[in-house]
């Protein structure tokens, strides 16, 4: 009873004429409202925005007032649903409308009902001034069925053209083998084909099928899949075509033909598609294959979106001789402007070219900085196979060589110099592979107070005639240094798997702070090529926050 007294109070007051229809929108707001009921549509043509998103844009009208409405849908015709309003339609389950030319809404839903062919279309719409509207439409309404444009499935293209040699090792000029390597969106390799044709093609000049050989020399030819595999050690490797399958495992085929084939999204992009049918193919552990088919649809070819600087040089008086190296250098870089800086070390037998051409660094921080994932950032790459010796990135090993020294003392301060780096800790990381997972490993211990972070890829941790690192970071950390954020990535059928294993358990009594990433995979580019999307994730938050 008490919470009906005072409302039994305001009627009587309101029946004896104390309330009027101003006193009641006083206390409750005015409740009027224009209400359209609209007989009559004219349709115009539909429209694909991408993304498989279409648009119908439509005037309905009831002799004297109109609705301009658009209304976004991923089918071509309108479904039944409830539709919220946007500024400009860019989804399905949208709308915009403005009536009478000059009210635009700017809240409220639309709920369209398809009862047989007839449309029933009505909401309770407001204006940005809270001006309220009923709209309401009976009706036929047609659509044009039309087709989807191929879009962009997130898989992206590399390519890396090598020579042709046959099994004497003489080299055919007039052709090219092309490596091309297909990631899904997450950067891990899928498909890999070393296609042959002629020399200075493009990929849209790829388009055809190519039937697998051993030493292919032939145009339309390409290398067939072949595995080693070491089961006493675990230890696999494998290289030329291969797929993954439904379980994310390698395919090696050993037989077949691979088809490329080319399309355009609507804004005339070429997109590509990669597929293969009755294939014979190996597992990474040498046995018969399981999958013979594959079918990658509407991938993307990446560019690096900035420059690539490979074999330049520096005068190494410390080594008394000329030593290469090669730098990537985003976009937007003129000599002035200060960026970041990536240091990546290479493997044993490797060069400073190999996370250009095999890790396809470059084209991983460009799409990063496009995709506002990582700020851009310059990426150098120092050589330290010598004379067919690998130095190890250490004073002393293989001869006499004082590469550590080298490295801090002339060549980091004056690349860094040369490209513009910003030079303090926060702003500089350091990563490698194998004999590069050492070095990285080995400088951020050693100089902990120049490296934020340092990314190991498959690390060679303990290797005779190098300084132990067990030793360094023991030390480091006695001494209470700050240690960079440290990352150690390694394939669970890598060689190394063991002894990386061994170094993340002493790391974990030590309580040193790191990120342990294991997962299928060898000792080789194709495990290596998906890492790099990954340090380039890591980086993109380290160096985004300084």
């Known amino acids: 009873m008490k919470k009906i007294q005072p409302l039994l109070i305001l009627l009587m007051l309101c029946f004896v004429g104390a309330c ?51 209304l976004g849908s991923s089918e071509w015709i309108m479904p039944a649903g409830v539709y919220t309003p946007a500024a400009a339609v860019s989804n399905k389950n949208q709308f915009s409308a403005v009536i009478n030319g000059d009210i635009v809404v700017a809240s409220g839903n639309l709920e369209i009902t398809l009862l047989e062919s007839t449309y029933y279309i009505s909401g309770l719409l407001s204006d940005a001034s809270g001006n309220r509207f009923k709209v309401d439409y009976k009706g036929v309404l047609s659509f044009e069925v039309g087709e989807d444009d191929p879009e ?63 030493y292919p020399t032939e145009a339309w030819l390409a290398d067939n899949g072949w595995v080693v595999y070491f089961p006493e050690w675990g230890v696999e490797m494998g290289g030329g075509t291969y797929f993954t399958d439904a ?25 590509y598609s990669f597929s293969g049918e009755n294939l014979v193919t190996l597992t990474a552990q ?9 079918s ?28 290469k190296y090669s730098v990537y250098l985003p976009e937007s870089w003129d000599g002035i402007k200060t960026f970041p800086v990536l240091y990546l070390l290479h493997g044993a037998d490797g060069g400073n070219n190999d996370w250009i051409t095999g890790g396809k660094i470059d084209v991983q921080v460009a799409a990063a900085v496009a995709a506002g994932t990582a700020p851009e950032m310059i990426v150098i790459m120092p050589n330290c196979t010598v004379d067919g010796k690998n130095l190890f990135y250490v004073n002393g090993y293989q001869g006499d060589a004082q590469y550590m020294t080298y490295f801090f003392d002339e060549f980091l301060p004056t690349v860094e110099a040369l490209y513009k780096v910003k030079g303090d800790r926060e702003n500089r990381a350091i990563g490698g592979l194998s004999m590069g997972g050492y070095g990285s490993l080995y400088y951020g211990g050693i100089h902990p107070e120049m490296f934020s972070y340092v990314y190991a890829c498959s690390p060679a941790v303990m290797i005779d005639g190098t300084p132990n690192l067990f030793d360094i970071y023991g030390a480091a950390v006695t001494e209470g ?22 170094f993340k358990g002493f790391m974990d009594s030590m309580s040193i702070d790191h990120e342990y990433i294991t997962r299928d995979g060898a000792h080789d580019w ?21």
């Open 286 to 294: 040498n046995e018969p294959g399981t999958d013979g088919a594959f």
């Open 526 to 546: 194709a495990f290596w090529m998906a890492c790099t999307p990954k340090i380039v994730a890591k980086l993109g938050t380290l160096f985004s926050e300084n």
């Open 247 to 271: 379980n994310n495992k390698k395919q090696y085929v050993t037989q077949g033909s691979i088809v490329i084939t080319a399309a355009e999204d609507m804004n005339g992009n070429p997109l």
């Open 296 to 323: 990658i649809m509407f991938a993307s070819e990446v560019n690096n979106g900035g420059t690539v600087l490979k074999d330049q040089t520096i005068t190494s008086e410390v080594l008394g001789m000329d030593m």
């Open 152 to 214: 962009a499935s997130g898989y992206t293209i590399s390519i890396v053209e090598n020579q042709v040699v046959d099994e004497n090792e003489t080299v055919y000029p007039e052709l090219t083998k092309y490596a091309i390597t297909v990631s899904d969106p997450n950067g891990v390799a899928v498909f890999h084909v070393d296609a042959v044709n002629n020399a200075g093609m493009t990929l849209a000049d790829l388009v055809g099928t190519y039937t697998t050989a051993g």
């Open 20 to 70: 009027n229809e101003d006193s009641l929108d006083s206390l409750s707001g005015k409740y009027d409202m224009d209400r359209y009921v609209f007989d009559k549509v004219e349709q115009a043509t539909t429209e694909k925005i991408g993304g498989g998103i279409k648009v119908f844009p439509m005037t309905l009208s009831d002799g004297t007032n109109t609705m301009t409405l658009t």
């Open 481 to 502: 240094a700050t240690l960079p954020g440290i990352t150690l990535e390694i394939g669970t059928g890598d060689f190394l798997y063991e002894t990386a294993g061994w």
